[in-house]
């Protein structure tokens, strides 16, 4: 069954500094890999994608993720850390290629300190 | 406005108790969803539909039924509310790669 693991309930980072927050897979065929971000009261809005390709894939806010496939892991990332990037951050992965239903990580809340 | 509307955005009610969600768009998207947040747990999903006349469980469909009146509407009701559906509750879209979310409806079950 596909998955996605997100190992870090909380990452803290100082504004202006390059932030990562983790996921790894596990699919049976080719991945498709997303992320979105919850803000405060707000629905999920959707980051960015990987169906093929590149494995750095360039996303809204100046996010980008990138894809490893040794690895399995889809980490995204970020040069330069905002205050405003303080939101809660979901990986997310398609369960089979026939359909667009998403398994979600569990999250990891992003802490951008001033 | 939004492109998924959810109504209502946050509702009390009685273990027991009938309560239904509803779910609107307007990005035209054949496929629609219902999920579920707890915290520490991330997205389940509850039911889905891709086509008016397509209805599908999830993962944790028990205790929870839906309706695809139209294929801009999409609900989800809860029959016998109990106090485990206490949760935040997302609505959304999709044209075939990635989905659109509501603003969620925050549901307590007291």
């Known amino acids: 069954a596909q998955s996605v693991a997100q190992p870090e309930d909380q990452v803290n980072v100082a504004e202006g500094n390059p932030l990562t927050v983790k996921c790894t897979y596990s699919v049976s065929g080719n991945p498709y890999l997303f992320w979105y971000v919850q803000y405060p009261n707000r629905g999920l809005q959707f980051l960015l994608k990987y169906i093929t390709g590149d494995n750095l894939v360039k996303g809204s806010y100046g996010f980008e993720a990138e894809f490893n496939k040794s690895q399995t892991s889809f980490h995204l990332k970020k040069p330069s850390a905002l205050v405003s990037d303080s939101a809660l951050y979901f990986c997310?992965?398609?369960?089979?290629?026939?359909?667009?239903?998403?398994?979600f990580g569990t999250g990891t809340r992003l802490q951008v300190f001033p | 406005d939004a492109d998924v509307t959810q109504t209502p955005r946050n509702r009390i009610t009685k273990t027991g108790k009938r309560i239904m969600l509803e779910c609107s768009q307007t990005?035209?998207?054949?496929?629609m969803y219902w999920y579920r947040q707890d915290p520490g747990l991330g997205l389940r999903l509850i039911y889905y539909s891709f086509d008016v006349k397509d209805i599908n469980k999830g993962e944790i469909s028990d205790g929870y039924s839906v309706s695809r009146q139209a294929q801009a509407k999409f609900s989800l009701s809860l029959e016998s509310a109990i106090p485990n559906q206490t949760a935040l509750y997302f609505c959304?879209?999709?044209?075939?790669?990635?989905?659109?979310f509501g603003q969620g409806t925050r549901l307590t079950v007291v």
């Open positions: 997310a992965v398609r369960e089979s290629y026939n359909t667009d239903k998403l398994i």
């Open positions: 959304a879209t999709s044209l075939g790669t990635e989905a659109f």
């Open positions: 990005k035209g998207h054949d496929r």
